[in-house]
């Protein structure tokens, strides 16, 4: 106690200042807690968007590498399962083109406005929006991920007897993930990044629950660079975990 | 199918691709077990496209293929099971990258044949052993060299048990220095009565291993006969002039 206090006496007026504004911005009113709130908001939102748009990705994915690949062979015989392929394929393509080319701020406004117009839980309709957003990307990085295997890899699989869903499990689905990982690693982070505009439909997430602070207090300054260093602190930590991960894959690059 | 008939029978096969290349053009051919028949010819000839239709990697656009009395070209063939009677070596070798070798030659005998993991190995050890790689087991493709990893490719093809054995021209991806080790393995398996189709720049190998020799001008078979008769005393202009190119 003594200690503290002759330390505080001599500090430099700049240090007195910053410590009055932390505990103006986190300690008054246990506004500390809202940080808490919005982190786990933002997490909340991220970890179930991220497991949508796998779902997602992994289906549209497969969709249309299957139709590119077997194309020719199908076009051959034209049977039912050639048409309703290439609906799907189509009904694909379009949701690309519409998620991709849409900001994600207006997508996350119309779920919230129209689609979902009767419901008022924000974080599931966020959730259901980062969903599907994240979905196409995560798909055209899946596709373009299979669609860089050596052909002769497919030819190999298929040669020995293994049919097309055999092939792409025992021997593309490995290689196509330990190629896509830094890509499908950076996909999450810009997810995380994106949840950042929860706050448009009333969800308290980190960057909003920063910015309630900043209207309470009139100080800018500690509760931003706060809500920055918390995203920051969680990109490198996931970056970190993505490239032990990598390097365990590559073994077989020696 | 009466007794003497050819185990591979192929009737007018032919294959068109967009913008109105024929790769294929009216193509007969018997293929009998045991017999070694190599295909020789000019690069866009059709030889590696006839060679791929047979198990199917090319869709030929009509003609038929018999295979042991069944027809592979149509609907409803299962044409997986027909595949792994029929396996291939490519010219890329196309091992699997993400596993090691022993696990080149389990994986297929393992998921496809059923076969337990101790029984694979066992198999694929002594394949490994017949080639001379067996302390090579545990390593990885990439650090194989391409002798190496053709003769892997091989025992892999090996490991299902195959009736037939299609070589899709499997030195002209070697260094020079390799394609010796790589041919003597393929005289030993033809030595011990496989049924082999082998596209081939390789004329020493034709001269020695083949029992018939098909030479492939622009989609069509233009000559065939034993290799004595092609080589010593071709008939076609298009063989001649093939063959004082490549002697």
């Not at chain 1, 609906?87 to 519409?98: A, D, H, P, Q, W």
């Not at chain 1, 009333?202 to 800018?220: P, Q």
């Amino acid at each position: 106690m003594v200690l503290t206090n002759s330390f505080w006496d001599t500090a430099p007026p700049w240090l007195i200042k910053m410590k009055e504004d932390f505990i103006l911005n986190f300690v008054d009113a246990g506004r500390w807690k809202w940080l808490v709130e919005g982190l786990g908001n933002t997490l909340l939102i991220t970890l179930f968007a991220l497991l949508i748009g796998l779902v997602i990705g992994v289906v549209i994915a497969a969709v249309r590498s299957t139709y590119d690949k077997n194309r020719e062979s199908m076009e051959m015989q034209k049977g039912f399962g050639y048409y309703l392929l290439k609906i799907v394929n189509g009904i694909c393509n379009l949701y690309l083109t519409v998620i991709r080319g849409t900001p994600v701020v207006v997508q996350l406004l119309i779920m919230y406005f129209i689609v979902f117009a009767s419901s008022r839980d924000s974080l599931m309709v966020a959730i259901i929006a980062f969903g599907i957003n994240s979905g196409a990307y995560v798909a055209e990085i899946l596709r373009g991920g299979i669609m860089s295997i050596d052909n002769g890899q497919f030819e190999a699989g298929r040669s020995l007897g293994f049919n097309y869903v055999q092939t792409m499990i025992h021997i593309i689905i490995p290689q196509v993930f330990k190629n896509v990982l830094p890509t499908l690693c950076n996909e999450f982070i810009v997810l995380l990044k994106e949840t950042s505009v929860a706050g448009y439909v009333g969800i308290v997430d980190l960057t909003k629950a920063g910015d309630l602070i900043r209207g309470r207090t009139f100080s800018a300054f500690m509760p931003l660079i706060a809500v920055a260093l918390i995203y920051l602190a969680m990109v490198v930590i996931l970056t970190a975990l993505v490239s032990a991960l990598e390097r365990r894959l590559r073994k077989s690059e020696r | 199918m009466s007794d003497n008939s050819a185990y591979i029978h192929v009737t007018n096969l032919k294959k068109y691709y967009k913008g109105g290349i024929h790769a294929l053009d009216g193509v007969d051919c018997d293929i009998n077990r045991g017999e070694v028949v190599v295909i020789i010819g000019p690069s866009g000839s059709g030889k590696s496209t006839f060679l791929r239709s047979l198990n199917l990697l090319e869709i030929p656009t009509t003609g038929e293929i018999v295979v042991n009395g069944t027809n592979i070209v149509g609907k409803g063939v299962k044409i997986d099971q027909h595949r792994q009677k029929m396996c291939m070596v490519f010219q890329h070798f196309n091992l699997f990258p993400h596993m090691t070798v022993l696990r080149n030659l389990t994986l297929a005998p393992m998921k496809l044949l059923k076969k337990s993991q101790e029984e694979a190995e066992v198999k694929a050890m002594s394949l490994l052993q017949r080639v001379g790689l067996a302390d090579r087991a545990n390593a990885y493709p990439s650090q194989l060299s391409g002798g190496q990893k053709q003769r892997i490719a091989i025992v892999r093809a090996l490991a299902m048990e195959p009736e037939v054995m299609l070589f899709d021209e499997p030195t002209s991806a070697l260094d020079p220095e390799m394609v010796g080790e790589v041919l003597e393995v393929m005289k030993e398996l033809a030595s011990e009565g496989m049924t082999m189709v082998v596209v081939t720049h390789e004329m020493g190998f034709a001269k020695e291993v083949a029992s018939r020799v098909l030479f492939m001008d622009a989609g069509k078979i233009v000559e065939e006969g034993p290799p004595e008769e092609i080589f010593n005393h071709p008939k076609h202009p298009r063989l001649q002039e093939f063959l004082s190119k490549v002697l």
